[in-house]
């Protein structure tokens, strides 16, 4: 027990110890490539520099988010918020897999993400790195302790200002990829989405057909794509944290201001082209299936506004969004045959797809896809209540989404859009953003029957027969 307690007491004395001897800071010199930042000089650090304002000063602090371009077209996004001393940094590219070879993206994605440790690069600096890859954007995500921010912006500016060819083990890249293409292959929830982007007319060919392809890629195919991709204007920063907006924007301005790069040309974007109303319902048949999934799409236009593609997003929430949603109280709070129903709206350039997915017991998929064809017809019929409407705004994105991620997520979709960043957040941050009527005549728009096409994953021995007999017309296999 002594013994104990005289561990507990030095203890003690040296945690006071810590408490009071002086705090050393340290900063990477600004890098000139990752490569400098690894073996970089490390000097002291002045704390002034970094040193939060007193209270008094930090109430002058703007709590509003900002957002600005560069002279070069790169996009900026700042939220200043007191309290944790930390930052979370977002940069991200278009990386839309529209512009090259199926699966080329994402091999680029991998191999640049991951060239870029920044926890190996800047160990003291307390990193918490995450990546965040899609068809459309690929982000670099770090959370670090607000002292960190001057030398991870040097870090990112030497990451697209002066990129160097990716030096990753390729041969492991692919296999990453090949890895995630198989994995669609496998899930049902995968598999059916995959095929009802197909029959909406997204124009991406099957994960099978990606595959043979992405064996056949060469570094230079990657670094290629980088160099097209990872331009001023097709690039953009957004911080989250406890800095101050204008000393943050200074410094962004410094570091990136002079950034040029060669911009190619945006491409055309492709409209979608839907398979025909006659192919509306395809199979994919998984023999032994205990459930059915179910999921249900139309495309949306590109020529939807800002504002309108704000409402398909309300209108997905409603029907869709939180449990008790339409769909989800219809199936399975009334039926008791679903887990769940999820409604979302993805955007690609020239449209979009607006999907409703659920996963059903097989003896039930009639029954349950004629409810949930019921639930999308009632989003042209009924208004909103405005117990759906609070619900709904709670599930878009803006400002409700209090986590630094989810706010750097946020600010982010002003990337896709072409609108002033004042406008952008008015039009998504607002609570009145979307009205009982245009979330209906969104609805009418973009959800009737002729516009709707189905994909069901799942034991076509039980499911065949039951489409019979509930008339739900003609239907197809993919294969």
């Known amino acids: 027990m002594r013994c104990r307690l005289r561990q507990l007491g030095l203890c003690a004395l040296l945690l006071v110890a810590a408490c009071r001897a002086p705090r050393t800071f340290i900063e990477v010199n600004e890098p000139t490539s990752p490569l400098v930042a690894r073996t970089g000089n490390v000097r002291p650090l002045d704390p002034a520099a970094h040193a939060e304002p007193p209270p008094a000063e930090a109430s002058a602090v703007e709590l509003e988010p900002q957002g600005f371009v560069l002279d070069n077209g790169m996009r900026v996004a700042l939220l200043a918020r007191q309290g944790v001393p930390m930052v979370t940094l977002d940069l991200s590219y278009d990386s839309g897999r529209d512009d090259g070879p199926d699966g080329l993206a994402a091999l680029a994605a991998y191999s640049w993400v991951d060239d870029q440790d920044v926890g190996f690069t800047f160990p003291a600096l307390a990193a918490n790195e995450t990546r965040r890859i899609s068809s459309t954007r690929t982000a670099l995500h770090v959370q670090a302790p607000i002292a960190s921010l ?145 999921a249900i799409g139309a495309w949306v236009p590109g020529s939807l506004s800002p504002a309108e593609w704000h409402d398909a997003d309300a209108l997905a929430a409603v029907l869709g969004g939180p449990l008790t949603a339409r769909a989800d ?124 096409r189905i994909v069901l994953a799942g034991d076509s021995s039980k499911i065949v027969p039951q489409l019979a007999s509930a008339n739900l017309g003609t239907y197809r296999f993919a294969h």
């Open 150 to 294: 001057d030398p991870l912006l040097s870090h990112y500016a030497a990451m697209v200002v002066d990129p160097k060819p990716v030096f990753s083990d390729l041969a492991f890249q692919k296999r990453r990829v090949a890895g995630d293409l198989r994995g669609v292959l496998v899930q049902p929830q995968a598999v059916a989405l995959s095929e009802l982007g197909r029959r909406l007319g997204d124009g991406t060919s099957s994960e099978a057909d990606q595959l043979g392809r992405v064996e056949n890629l060469a570094r230079d195919d990657a670094n290629a794509f980088l160099r097209s991709r990872i331009t001023p204007r097709r690039t953009m920063l957004t911080l989250v944290g406890a800095f101050q907006t204008a000393r943050a924007r200074d410094r962004i301005t410094a570091l990136f201001g002079n950034w040029k790069a060669t911009e190619s040309p945006p491409s055309t974007p492709r409209e979608l082209a839907p398979s025909p109303a006659s192919e509306g319902l395809t199979i994919i048949d998984r023999p032994g299936a205990s459930q059915t999934v179910i």
């Open 329 to 452: 109280a219809r199936v399975r709070l009334h039926g008791g045959d679903s887990y769940g129903a999820h409604a979302f709206v993805w955007r690609r350039r020239g449209g979009g797809v607006f999907a409703l997915e659920s996963s059903v017991d097989v003896e039930q998929t009639a029954a349950s896809l004629r409810a949930y064809l019921d639930v999308l017809r009632s989003g042209r019929e009924q208004l909103p209540s405005a117990a759906e409407l609070a619900a709904a705004r709670a599930r878009v994105f803006g400002p409700g989404a209090v986590s630094a991620t989810g706010l750097c997520s946020w600010l982010d979709s002003w990337m896709d859009t072409m609108e002033p960043f004042e406008t952008f957040v008015s039009r998504t941050a607002r609570t009145d953003a979307s009205k009982p009527e245009a979330i209906r005549s969104i609805a009418r728009r973009i959800l009737g029957d002729e516009r709707l």
